[in-house]
């Protein structure tokens, strides 16, 4: 039985559920009328920071700026971000996705991905002989400086990453002979005896829970362990958990907009859930909210989501008493695209400022900086 009602300015579907037996159903006098869900959401709670990061942000620019200097297509090894919605963009932009770099024909332009790639990866894409643009981000370059080092001085290397991850694949072919991957304690407790000192490092998208415990039990196995001064666990992901952390004890369920082979994405969940939240969905876009959400809905996005999907899912939700965004840090980082591309930025400064809307001629140039990626790829035009 469904009821609406009034209440407080704003009509709201009231469905009583029928106990008992079928038989009761007969009688409306034999109902044990109770309230069983009120399918209204009041508010949303929008976690910030959220979404693109700044290995993103410029991993999206730089491949905008390419296919705007290069005639398509334009090669990318690996999704350049773990995103469907935005590789569909790019795909559709002129943007050839690889997982095999021999399959790019010589010549061509070739980006790889911001998770980072094995150096022969690199190096078999230099050969190609087309321009190619590493759109690493600069925090997993730091872990593959700190792999290399490591490795030239004689350390056995702990690497804390999860098993086939693009950006693990990449940091452990820097040094294979030197670095044993593990995601547990459980798994440093089956390493080896070394003889040779040894170190820790890390995939830069764990949660601090993932990497607190493992890294707590390799410092008693390994007493003299080395680990770098500024650690390995970036920034992004730890601002967007500790915003989880804020909104999931105050929400009735909690939607994080993400792809499901995103690791930070993933780890919003698993945090959500440990924070005591009931309900915790992962979801691609605004088609996947169910429709049996009530109450105090919790938003959020993993580093790869665009922000135009988070205001489709929060139309979709149309909270009666508005969404509050609860922001726990201001986060300004900018990383300025790869330092060859940088080269090319003025010639494709005419070309971007038409992606822009603004005209070629008499025009300011170009200042990434200033440029939202997400704004870049809505404006993305399909290749005819
Ligand atoms: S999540 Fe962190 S490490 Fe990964 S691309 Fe973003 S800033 Fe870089």
Redesign the pocket.
Known sequence: MALTEARGGYTRAIVFEAAGSPHTSSSPANYQQRLASVAVIERVLLAAPRGF????DM?IKALTWMIQAFDPPVYCYHEI?HNRQVVRRFEQAGVVFVDDIATVPEGRPIMLS??GSAPEVVQAARDLGGYVVDAV????TKVHHEVKTRAAKGYQIVYVGHEGHE?AVGTMAVAPEAIHRVESARGVAALPEFKEPVAVLAQ??LSHREWEGVLEYTKRRFPDLWQPSISDL????TNRQTAMMEIAPASDAVLVIGSANSS?TQSLVDLAAEAGCRRVLRINDADEVPGDLSGTIGVTAG?SAPEHVVWEVIDRLAPVYGTQEVTVIDED?Y?PPPRNLRDLLAAVEAAAAVTLGSSPTGRQPLNDRSIDASDLLDRLSPRA
């Open positions: 990061c700044a290995g993103v991993a971000i911001a998770h981000c600069p925090l997993v950006e830069t998208t970036c920034f992004a992901t930070n580093a980082e990383f």
